[in-house]
């Protein structure tokens, strides 16, 4: 059985970031480190106090960013989810959701 190889283009994903993630500065974080890939999205907080991020770019970018993002939040984020997703809108740069 062979794999397939990774995406070269732009893919999509919906990530879901856990544990003590709202209130701390997660979002503006985000925005910032994302702002320094080749990334377009969004990163928004969610009612069950998880934030999520909606990122299109280079596969390597994302994981990347998903890296970063554990690494300097390492105390607060205690579980990620990532699936692919739909791009449903243009984005011309990363944002922060109200």
């Known amino acids: 059985m062979t794999s397939s190889?990774?995406?070269?283009?732009?893919?999509c994903e919906r990530i879901l970031?856990?544990?003590?993630?709202?209130?701390?500065?997660?979002?503006?974080?985000?925005?910032?480190?994302?702002?320094?890939?080749?990334?377009?999205g969004y990163v928004r907080n969610l009612g069950d106090g998880s934030v999520e991020v909606l990122?299109?770019?280079?596969?390597?970018?994302?994981?990347?960013?998903?890296?970063?993002?554990?690494?300097?939040?390492q105390k607060n984020v205690t579980g990620v989810e990532r699936?692919?997703?739909?791009?449903?809108e243009e984005f011309t740069a990363f944002e922060i959701r109200f």
């Open 5 to 11: 190889p990774p995406p070269t283009g732009p893919v």
């Open 55 to 73: 990122a299109r770019g280079p596969a390597s970018a994302i994981h990347g960013l998903v890296v970063k993002l554990q690494g300097d939040f």
């Open 83 to 88: 699936e692919p997703a739909e791009l449903t």
């Open 17 to 40: 970031f856990r544990g003590r993630v709202q209130g701390v500065g997660f979002r503006q974080h985000t925005r910032n480190i994302a702002r320094g890939f080749p990334l377009v």
